[in-house]
């Protein structure tokens, strides 16, 4: 299995990106989860979608991220709006597949004052 992220960019304070994340394999019946790293920090949950689209979000980026998914093309997706310094980052999208865990590759997201 392999996911690549893409979608990440320079962005103004408030302003909005879509972050998509291509899997190989199918990701039926499969969780997805999309994650994120601030330089010198710990790699964070931001968001995770069940196989039914039923979402979590971390309290920082509730009511501004929206997560969905696209089953039948192996697609997971991050919408970010109202985006502040703070979500600067390096995005990862995540599937679980039983034990085993797959990552994508990163996308950097940055968000300018």
């Known amino acids: 299995v392999q996911l690549q992220a893409c979608g990440g960019g320079l962005v103004q304070l408030g302003g909005s990106l879509r972050l998509s994340c291509k899997v190989s394999?199918?990701?039926?019946?499969?969780?997805g989860s999309w994650y994120r790293q601030a330089p010198g920090k710990q790699r964070d949950l931001v968001a995770r979608i069940n196989t039914n689209s039923v979402a979590e979000y971390a309290a920082s980026v509730k009511g501004r991220f929206t997560a969905s998914r696209e089953n039948a093309k192996g697609m997971l997706y991050l919408q970010m709006n109202n985006l502040t310094p703070e979500d600067t980052a390096m995005y990862y999208c995540?599937?679980?597949?039983?034990?085993?865990?797959?990552w994508g590759q990163g996308t950097q997201v940055t968000v300018s004052s």
């Open positions: 394999g199918t990701i039926f019946g499969l969780p």
């Open positions: 995540h599937l679980r597949v039983g034990s085993k865990e797959y």
